[in-house]
């Protein structure tokens, strides 16, 4: 009963301003009498009472002044209701002076009087709310522009927040020009000059917008020198609020992802995922949770990062095992106790320094570690196994590569029986561990200048929750012995988003500074090693022309590698296009 609502409101101020004007009118004739009115004037009172009130309530209402929330009401509101006076006052001065019969007698100072009374009083009963409101200082209002006119637009304006929506723009010609809560609807060509215009502080997105679209409107905020800006998503009733990042103006969202296809390929299956608290590791184990899993098989040899997950996704259907891929013996005790029929092979060393500085772990880890869940999962008749690749693995300049390149070459020419062992092979997701995204955001938040290597490196990039479904859906197609490629869209440069972190971050004072390239880093990454692929029936995942290698030499070849006093120079002779870069 008492809870506010937009009707409730305006029958409010409606009541209010009738009785106001009724009292200011009544007032104005005792002023212009010192308080002793001549009878006569009375017997046209309500005439002129009931035409002013008609025309200020029909211009109020023009100028959407009913629809504005009390404890948002402005001066911009204020000057609104001046006009809708102003207009309302000069209309029946003009009918007065046409038709003076229908006032007479009429005392005509008193136009002057009662417009300036009932602005005053009615102006100050809709500003004693704010008044009281910033007197207890209980709110911090800023004034805001909602960028698409979408439902959270209206929740955003009712909610209480710390956020006065001032202005709301949007593409859609349908609703250009319209209003919502007494806000009209521009362009997003009008962004800037409203901005400046309004003195707007922050922006709100309440729309998922395409990636170059968002990157225009991100590039008129900016322009327009607002550095607050923020992606509403609606849940239950309420509006949650978060910073625009980086993430949200590079990601690539892939339009051909297949949900159903995954949930076919994933659903009351027992999947095992190693690497299970890595970046990638964790985010495939949410969505095969997601997508129905009858068991989850969480492994990682790091007790930190397993418990993690584990304590995230915890369920009766999700086992937790702190194990190393490099140890067989016991990687057949868990598929033996577990009977996996879907492997995902997530566990890796990726930090590229690190395994140039430590390369015998680098290569039992990623190359020992691979084989011995490859061998396990065929020995075990798991139905398909997906090992996760990198671009490093294309023409190599780093360990790291060479030995994901190693793995690709036996996931592909290791005889499989029953087992469909695929390869997927994608670029940097944005925010995991170990990338720039992190080193660059610790760094902002110390004032610390940004390090970039070089001018004009290069990286793909693509939301980790995204490049996790296109590898469940490349699993899901893959008929055995694929390497499929992930479409990252455009590489990026990392100084340029180095820039729009700086930008975002609002701290001019940050400079970027150029440490030159790192031991094993390459300008910019390939995710094929020639023009011959072939196309899936989605856009976004390809196939790489498979490379044969004999297996009894692989075999011996990596046994050799583990041994090797030089195994930089085995490496090399394992794949040929390898091409360390010292740095």
């Known amino acids: 009963m008492f809870r506010a609502t937009d009707f409730k409101r305006t029958l409010f101020f409606l009541f209010s301003d009738i009785v106001i004007s009724y009292f200011t009118l009544l007032a104005s004739y005792n002023l212009r009498f010192n308080f002793f009115v001549p009878e006569k004037y009375f017997e046209t009172f309500f005439y002129v009472f009931l035409t002013i009130l008609a025309f200020k309530i029909f211009f109020m209402g023009y100028f959407h002044i009913y629809s504005v929330a009390w404890r948002f009401f402005s001066l911009k509101d204020a000057k609104k209701i001046f006009y809708a006076h102003l207009i309302a006052y000069t209309l029946f001065t003009i009918i007065y002076y046409m038709t003076p019969q229908l006032f007479n007698p009429f005392p005509r100072s008193v136009i002057i009087i ?46 209480k927040s710390d956020f006065y929506i001032d202005a709301i723009v949007d593409d859609a010609e349908s609703v250009i020009g319209t209003y919502i809560s007494n806000i009209k609807v521009s362009s997003f060509d009008e962004i800037e000059n409203i901005a400046k215009k309004q003195n707007i502080e922050s922006a709100i997105i309440t729309k998922d917008l395409d990636k170059n679209l968002l990157q225009e409107i991100y590039a008129k905020l900016h322009n327009a020198e607002i550095n607050n800006i923020f992606i509403a998503t609606l849940t239950h009733d309420n509006t949650r609020l978060k910073n625009l990042s980086v993430e949200d103006l590079l990601a690539r969202r892939p339009k051909d992802l297949d949900r159903k296809i995954i949930g076919n390929f994933i659903s009351d299956k027992v999947v095992l995922v190693t690497g299970a608290g890595g970046s990638i590791g964790s985010e495939i184990s949410r969505q095969c949770q997601l997508f129905g899993a009858k068991k989850l098989i969480l492994l990682d040899h790091s007790e930190y990062n397993l418990y993690t997950i584990n304590e995230e996704l915890k369920s009766e259907t999700v086992f937790s095992v702190l194990q190393s891929v490099v140890d067989k013996e016991s990687l057949e005790d868990t598929f033996k106790k577990y009977k996996p029929e879907i492997v995902i092979h997530a566990a890796a060393y990726k930090h590229v320094p690190l395994v140039e500085y430590n390369v015998h772990e680098g290569i039992k880890n990623n190359v020992v570690g691979t084989k011995n869940v490859i061998d396990t999962s065929i020995k075990y008749n798991v139905e398909k196994f997906v090992l996760i ?36 092979r994608f670029g940097n997701v944005l925010g995991s561990s170990g990338s720039v995204i992190p080193k660059f955001k610790s760094q902002i938040e110390n004032g610390q200048n940004i390090t970039v290597t070089h001018p004009d490196i290069t990286r793909y990039f693509m939301l980790i929750p995204e490049a996790c479904e296109l590898v469940l859906q490349a699993g899901a197609i893959a008929k055995g012995g ?11 440069k990392i100084v340029d988003l180095a820039k ?22 390459k300008l910019y990454e390939e995710l094929l090693i020639d023009e011959s692929n072939a196309q899936t029936q989605y856009e976004s995942i390809t196939v790489a022309k498979p490379t044969l290698y004999d297996m009894k030499k692989l075999n011996q070849d990596i046994e050799e590698l583990v041994e090797s006093k030089n195994q930089l120079k085995k490496l090399k002779e394992i794949v040929p296009e390898f091409n360390h870069q010292l740095n």
């Open 114 to 159: 009662d417009m300036f009374l009932s602005f005053i009083f009615i102006g100050s009963l809709r500003i004693l709310k704010r008044i009281i409101i910033e007197e207890n200082n209980n709110i911090n209002l800023k004034k805001t522009m909602i960028i698409c006119a979408t439902e959270y637009a209206q929740t955003l304006i009712k909610q």
């Open 482 to 492: 694929e390497i499929f490629i992930l479409d990252m869209g455009e590489p990026v």
């Open 500 to 521: 729009k972190m700086i930008e975002l971050s609002g701290q001019d004072d940050i400079k970027i500074e150029f440490v030159g390239l790192r031991p094993g880093e």
């Open 389 to 424: 690749s990198t671009d490093k693995a294309v023409r190599p300049t780093n360990v790291m590569g060479t030995t994901k390149r190693i793995c690709e070459l036996y996931s592909q020419n290791v005889d499989a029986k029953n087992t469909e062992i695929v390869s997927v």
